[in-house]
T-cell receptor, first 118, second 109 residues
Framework: DVKVTQSSRYLVKRTGEKVFLECVQD?????MFWYRQDPGLGLRLIYF???????EKGDIPEGYSVSREKKERFSLILESASTNQTSMYLC?????????????????FGDGTRLSIL | RKEVEQDPGPFNVPEGATVAFNCTYS??????FFWYRQDCRKEPKLLMS???SGNEDGRFTAQLNRASQYISLLIRDSKLSDSATYLC??????????FGTGTRLQVFP
């Protein structure tokens, strides 16, 4: 079974702090993703990475950065936390898309980190 | 217009009922389709992929209608444990998935 582990289930930080959210997967997946989930808005992609040191912006990258120094680990960084970044953050991983319509790989999610910025 | 649209519900149904959810997508280039299930305060988990010919997994049946750009999920003989939010997901042959906001199902005794 795929295991995606996020470092914290609940986190409380203050406005202006630099916040690190860590995610580790144990299935040698190429792709890793960071989402946030808010009521009524669903899951929105912040950043994703398809290889070590590679990253691409998702739909809402502003105020965030990411780091992928090792294949199994993908970190999300809030450079200067603000109250509108209070949310549920979900990390996911998947195998690389192989270009075949039947081979889009499902994503496997971690338990999520509920982050509150005060 | 959202890329993936779902009725948010909630759908409140008694145990044993049959319930169906629809989901519409706006991009005709969409190629891959999934249903995910998310329990309250938990992470989304893959329920099933949706293939062009339709597919079934036990009490769950998924259908795809490319002409009308919608996918459906049918749940037969609903159980209390089916209570969850069901997320419709599409992809355009890339590694990125586009998630709908989900349809909430509540099964009551």
């Amino acid at each position: 079974d795929v295991k995606v582990t996020q470092s914290s289930r609940y986190l409380v930080k203050r406005t202006g702090e630099k916040v690190f959210l860590e995610c580790v997967q144990d299935m040698d997946h190429e792709n890793m993703f960071w989402y946030r989930q808010d009521p009524g808005l669903g899951l929105r992609l912040i950043y994703f990475s398809y290889d070590v040191k590679m990253k691409e912006k998702g739909d809402i990258p502003e105020g965030y950065s990411v780091s992928r120094e090792k294949k199994e680990r993908f970190s999300l960084i809030l450079e200067s936390a603000s109250t509108n970044q209070t949310s549920m953050y979900l990390c996911a991983s998947s195998l690389l898309f192989a270009g075949d319509v039947y081979s889009n790989q499902p994503q496997h999610f971690g338990d999520g980190t509920r982050l509150s910025i005060l | 217009r959202k890329e993936v649209e779902q009725d948010p519900g909630p759908f409140n149904v008694p145990e044993g009922a049959t319930v169906a959810f629809n989901c519409t997508y706006s991009n005709s280039a969409s190629q891959s389709f999934f249903w995910y299930r998310q329990d309250c305060r938990k992470e989304p988990k893959l329920l099933m992929s949706v293939y062009s010919s339709g597919n079934e997994d036990g009490r769950f049946t998924a259908q795809l209608n490319r002409a009308s750009q919608y996918i459906s999920l049918l749940i037969r003989d609903s159980k209390l444990s089916d209570s969850a939010t069901y997320l419709c997901v599409v992809s355009y042959n890339t590694d990125k998935l586009i998630f709908g906001t989900g349809t909430r199902l509540q099964v009551f005794p």
